[in-house]
């Protein structure tokens, strides 16, 4: 069964969430429906930020990696997140470069020349 996550128009709320160092923060979210119907927001465990972390590392080094391949002299990448929730947890999703974005991620990698590349150790 294939997990299934909408997005209901574009109503958006401060939702509290935990971060790795237990410190607790608001956080402007997208309210997400999730399966048949919407569930009750009272009482659910408070969201860790992890799972937003997590999808900005595991693009981040998806990008990494073509760099790493194709070996440009310098390159920028920026991509856009904005965080759903749903009762109990918080859900990075990609968004288009003109779309709303609650964070704003930009990588610049840039390859290091030796600094004498004519006398090779």
Do not use: C, H
Request: aromatic share 6%.
């Amino acid at each position: 069964m294939e997990d299934r996550i909408d997005i209901i128009g574009s109503k958006s709320d401060f939702v509290p969430v935990r971060l790795d160092d237990q410190t607790v923060i608001r956080i402007e979210a997208t309210r997400l429906k999730g399966g048949e119907g919407e569930e009750d927001y009272i009482g659910v465990q408070l969201p860790s930020f992890e799972e937003i972390t997590n999808t900005i590392k595991s693009i981040s080094k998806s990008i990494v990696a073509v760099w790493n391949e194709v070996q440009p002299s310098k390159a920028t990448a920026e991509f856009g997140i904005e965080v759903g929730f749903e009762p109990g947890n918080v859900t990075a999703l990609l968004v288009k470069g003109s779309g709303k974005a609650n964070l704003k991620i930009t990588l610049e990698w840039e390859q290091k020349s030796s600094s004498n590349p004519s006398n090779p150790a």
